[in-house]
């Protein structure tokens, strides 16, 4: 139905679009927008941003109604996100706080805005997939390099960002928070998350491309922002860091097992031993890790544990539609439940906050999207023998799973920053699914 509409305004519109110089070019411009949006990210404020990603949106929506064939198609695991869309209204329509759930709405819409974008774009251009992830990359190199060189120049702490009352001198970390606005080393350390596989992908990608130069600056821009990781001190990354290169070396084993198992052992040995001897020479570093492990003797697991508790406390009284969405909204509601003195602005994990805000329908289909999107990366993973599809379609992959293991401990996940990246990266998927 949607289809016979767009072809019936796109025919009425079709002398408009042949001349007009602006509506010929639109396609130049959505990138352009949409390569805005992730340079801007690393040093502009969320509402500029928000504001260059409708731009985006409407640009978007301007091309189909008068571009001829263009047509809009969903994959099956876009039903999900449809559903989870869907129930995110109706959470909104049944918010106490309407006003303030309203402006989450609108962020939410400005999310999934862009999503439709890059996908709508990157359907009709499979070509520019490789410039967008390129894109990313340099943009998330450009950080690790300003969080490298900023670990050098050793930062005092904007905020309380580690528990310091236990540790000596020289177990304490200098945490690094780049440009990124706000200032934050969890932002920071989400963003490398997100984007580290765009350039050791990059990196993958020229040398299957016999583009070795070009392979080795990658591969030296990857190394430095995993440098750069490391020191923002976020623990919830070093998880995540583990996750994606754990994944990377079963995807490249895909190729390299059979013909070169030796020295691909031989590699992914020396990798985890110079990665066990850092930690054990870095005292601060090697304190950070360990208190990881430290549950409530740390007070910032401690402070998470207090706030998870008075999370699912909201979510059992608010099971079924949540308290709406927005941070402005939880803050609010999250004063009748919050322990005294652990005040939060948010749950600290984004499935307990998807459902606290949007009930437990919500997070199902939330999480029916991710695994649907997943599944059909991963499919096309193991049934393709073309080495650049496999890396094409491994770095979204393992950037969302990156970003789904940082969320398990964190939130900066709903910071435009990441949340652009993530969008883009899902798009990649749709895009790729398709072909």
Not at 197 to 214: D, E, V
Not at 235 to 240: D, E, H, I, T
Not at 297 to 314: A, W
Not at 316 to 338: A, H, P, S, T
Request: net charge positive; aromatic share 16%; hydrophobic share 50%.
């Amino acid at each position: 139905m949607f289809n016979n509409i767009l072809e019936f305004t796109q025919k009425k519109l079709n002398f408009l679009y042949e001349n007009s110089l602006f509506l010929q070019h639109i396609d130049t411009l959505i990138l352009i927008f949409i390569c805005a949006v992730f340079l801007t990210s690393t040093f502009m404020t969320s509402d500029s941003i928000g504001f260059l990603a409708l731009i985006t949106l409407f640009l978007t929506v301007v091309k189909i109604l008068t571009k001829p064939e263009q047509k809009l198609s969903a994959n099956n695991f876009e039903t999900w996100l449809v559903a989870y869309f869907m129930i995110v209204i109706i959470s909104l329509a049944g918010s106490t706080l309407f006003m303030y759930s309203l402006k989450g709405f609108f962020k939410t819409v400005t999310y999934l805005g862009f999503y439709f974008s890059v996908a709508q774009y990157l359907k009709y251009n499979r070509s520019k997939i490789p410039f967008i992830i390129g894109i990313i990359a340099i943009c998330t190199g450009f950080e690790g390099i300003a969080g490298f060189i900023q670990n050098f120049a050793k930062p005092e702490a904007i905020s309380t960002w580690q528990d310091t009352t236990s540790l000596n001198p020289e177990q304490i970390m200098t945490r690094i928070y780049g440009t990124l606005k706000p200032y934050n080393p969890n932002l920071l350390g989400g963003y490398f998350v997100a984007g580290l596989p765009a350039i050791f992908g990059m990196s993958a990608y020229c040398f299957s491309r016999k583009i070795f130069n070009g392979s080795i600056i990658w591969l030296g821009l990857a190394i430095i922002t995993t440098l750069a990781l490391v020191s923002t001190g976020c623990r919830g990354s070093y998880l995540a860091l583990i996750a994606m290169l754990g994944l990377m070396f079963l995807i490249s084993a895909k190729f390299l097992w059979k013909t070169y198992k030796k020295i691909y052992l031989s590699v992914v040995g020396t990798i985890v031993a110079l990665g066990t001897c850092a930690v054990l020479a870095s005292a601060s570093l090697r304190a950070r890790v360990l208190s990881i492990f430290a549950m409530r003797s740390d007070s910032s697991n401690s402070f998470r544990f207090n706030v998870y508790q008075s999370s699912i406390q909201m979510l059992k009284d608010n099971f079924l539609l949540g308290i709406g969405v927005g941070n402005q909204n939880f803050r609010e509601i999250y004063g009748l439940y919050m322990k005294t003195g652990f005040d939060a602005l948010s749950t600290y994990n984004i499935y307990l906050e998807v459902a606290v805000e949007s009930g437990i329908f919500a997070l199902i289909t939330f999480l029916g999207f991710l695994f649907g999107a997943l599944y059909k990366a991963f499919k096309i993973v193991l049934n393709t023998s073309n080495i650049q599809k496999t890396v094409i379609i491994s770095i979204p992959a393992i950037s969302i799973i990156g970003i789904m293991v940082h969320g398990m401990v964190d939130t900066v996940f709903f910071r435009p920053q990441i949340q652009f990246i993530f969008w883009a990266m899902i798009a990649v998927i749709t895009a790729a699914e398709k072909e």
